[in-house]
């Protein structure tokens, strides 16, 4: 039931939200230049990976040995526009029409944290990855690691149509609020070295 609930919630978000997309991707031309889209490899259910797409946010601006430069300076004002309002996600939902992501879940981290999990925080990938979730509507990046994981794996143990609609209303109140978008002293959140024992 959750997979049909997502895809066909997402298919229809895409139709309605079209001309939405279609903006966002001529201002990303404008603003940020091309590639319009931010693609990249996350893991998805099991550990196994897939290409994540979000509308891109930052410059591709790099120092002088050509590495990027921190987040808090590649990421513009429009750039913090499209993260408070969630718009840069849009694109996801084709994720969730192909299977790779669901509406509600943990959000997809990156491939090179797999094997700094605690056995417990891995168990945030028995479900698919998704666009919202629990630790989204509970404090977001304002919240730190553990209580992240925490939440993540609340959620997969406690999981239903009727709390991913629960989610996914609060998640528009949130997003209405522009509550969490970052941590303190962050542009979005510190990286994730693991877990001391």
Request: aromatic share 10%; hydrophobic share 45%.
């Amino acid at each position: 039931m959750k997979r049909t609930f997502d895809f066909v919630t997402a298919l229809a978000a895409l139709l309605i939200l079209f001309p939405v997309i279609l903006l966002v991707a001529i201002l990303n031309r404008i603003y940020l230049g091309n590639p319009v889209l931010f693609i990249q490899q996350r893991p998805g259910l099991g550990g196994e990976p897939f290409n994540l797409l979000k509308f891109r946010t930052m410059k591709d601006a790099v120092n002088a040995k050509g590495h990027p430069l921190p987040d808090a300076e590649r990421l513009t004002r429009y750039g913090k526009f499209l993260r408070s309002t969630s718009l840069d996600e849009l694109p996801g939902l084709w994720n969730v029409i192909k299977g790779e992501m669901s509406l509600v879940g943990p959000r997809p981290l990156l491939m090179e944290y797999l094997p700094l999990y605690t056995k417990e925080q891995a168990r945030r990938h028995d479900v698919r990855p998704g666009i919202t979730g629990w630790a989204q509507v509970n404090g977001r990046n304002a919240i730190s690691w553990d209580e992240k994981f925490a939440a993540d794996i609340w959620y997969v143990d406690n999981q239903s149509l009727v709390l991913d609609l629960k989610i996914l209303a609060m998640t528009v109140f949130k997003v209405l609020k522009k509550d969490g978008v970052s941590a303190e002293g962050e542009a979005t959140m510190p990286r994730f070295r693991g877990t001391l024992p």
